[in-house]
């Protein structure tokens, strides 16, 4: 099954052209980086992406739900990795966002670079339940395929939905933060997660998706997710990050 969507991406993206490299000097050809994922190097050199979801018209003339598609860009608008949605058609519209899910992410050169599952858990992404300890969201990140490199999991919370950001040791090495109204009116408020150190309070990126972005994505059905996080953190972490994007989202 898996083949058949690389397959149909692969073909789909075959004359996707090179992206600009961002530090002057270097070749096209991304250098080894020693802990670095292979085919995560542009991430090294950048300290935000943008998400956009591709505009599906069946998605838009009908009530069905369609696998989402994905393009993330680099702060200049260039496309940068592309992301496509491999899940069940009766989950999608049954269980919509509870629904488990592979999400495949390649870069420019067609090869899969980050892969994120996420289970389907009835209720998931229930603040009350996970603080009671069950039906806890969770998304696994590999990055090359096959090697993972970290986890995102939901932790309970009274409103504010809140994340960890787990090592491949299951370690916490950062805290996502969510407003208290998620689902409330949000085309009223901006949709703002804060990336916050280990101490809750230290504020070092943010997940955020505007009053903007909300309006296009209730006439066309299509996101857009703004992602920040520091130039010199960890490539590992920042993959993680973006599998907790996809979860959020």
Same mark, same amino acid.
């Given at each position: 099954?898996?083949?058949?969507?690389?397959?149909?991406?692969?073909?789909?993206?075959?004359?996707?052209?090179?992206?600009?490299?961002?530090?002057?000097?270097?070749?096209?050809?991304?250098?080894?980086?020693?802990? @670095?994922?292979?085919?995560?190097?542009?991430?090294?050199?950048?300290?935000?992406?943008?998400?956009?979801?591709?505009?599906?018209?069946?998605?838009?003339?009908?009530?069905?739900?369609?696998?989402?598609?994905?393009?993330?860009?680099?702060?200049?608008?260039?496309?940068?990795?592309?992301?496509?949605?491999?899940?069940?058609?009766?989950?999608?519209?049954?269980?919509?966002?509870? *629904?488990?899910?592979?999400?495949?992410?390649?870069?420019?050169?067609? *090869?899969?670079?980050?892969? @994120?599952? *996420?289970?389907?858990?009835?209720?998931? #992404?229930?603040?009350?339940?996970?603080?009671?300890?069950?039906?806890?969201?969770?998304?696994?990140?590999?990055?090359?395929?096959?090697?993972?490199?970290?986890?995102?999991?939901?932790?309970?919370?009274?409103?504010?939905?809140?994340?960890?950001?787990?090592?491949?040791?299951?370690?916490?090495?950062?805290?996502?933060?969510?407003?208290?109204?998620? @689902?409330?009116?949000?085309?009223?408020?901006?949709?703002?997660?804060?990336?916050?150190?280990?101490?809750?309070?230290?504020?070092?990126?943010?997940?955020?998706? #505007?009053?903007?972005?909300?309006?296009?994505?209730?006439?066309?059905?299509?996101?857009?997710?703004?992602?920040?996080?520091?130039?010199?953190?960890?490539?590992?972490?920042?993959?993680?990050?973006?599998?907790?994007?996809?979860?959020?989202?």
């Amino acid at each position: 099954m898996t083949s058949k969507y690389i397959n149909a991406v692969n073909s789909k993206y075959r004359n996707i052209p090179q992206i600009n490299r961002p530090i002057h000097g270097e070749s096209d050809e991304p250098r080894s980086i020693p802990d @670095c994922p292979p085919g995560l190097e542009y991430l090294t050199q950048i300290d935000q992406i943008t998400v956009k979801q591709r505009f599906d018209l069946l998605d838009v003339l009908t009530t069905s739900e369609v696998s989402k598609k994905y393009v993330l860009k680099n702060v200049w608008g260039e496309p940068i990795y592309y992301a496509f949605e491999e899940s069940n058609c009766c989950m999608r519209q049954c269980l919509s966002t509870s *629904r488990g899910f592979v999400l495949h992410i390649l870069d420019t050169t067609n *090869r899969e670079v980050i892969r @994120c599952h *996420r289970d389907c858990i009835a209720l998931g #992404g229930c603040t009350c339940l996970a603080r009671c300890g069950i039906c806890s969201d969770l998304i696994t990140v590999e990055a090359p395929v096959g090697h993972v490199v970290g986890y995102v999991r939901q932790k309970g919370g009274i409103l504010a939905a809140e994340f960890d950001i787990l090592d491949n040791n299951d370690n916490a090495v950062l805290t996502l933060k969510g407003p208290c109204c998620q @689902c409330l009116l949000p085309i009223c408020m901006d949709h703002h997660f804060n990336i916050c150190a280990l101490d809750g309070v230290s504020v070092i990126g943010t997940i955020s998706k #505007g009053i903007t972005s909300y309006v296009k994505e209730i006439l066309s059905k299509a996101s857009s997710v703004d992602l920040t996080f520091p130039l010199d953190l960890n490539v590992s972490s920042k993959a993680v990050l973006i599998g907790a994007l996809f979860l959020i989202d």
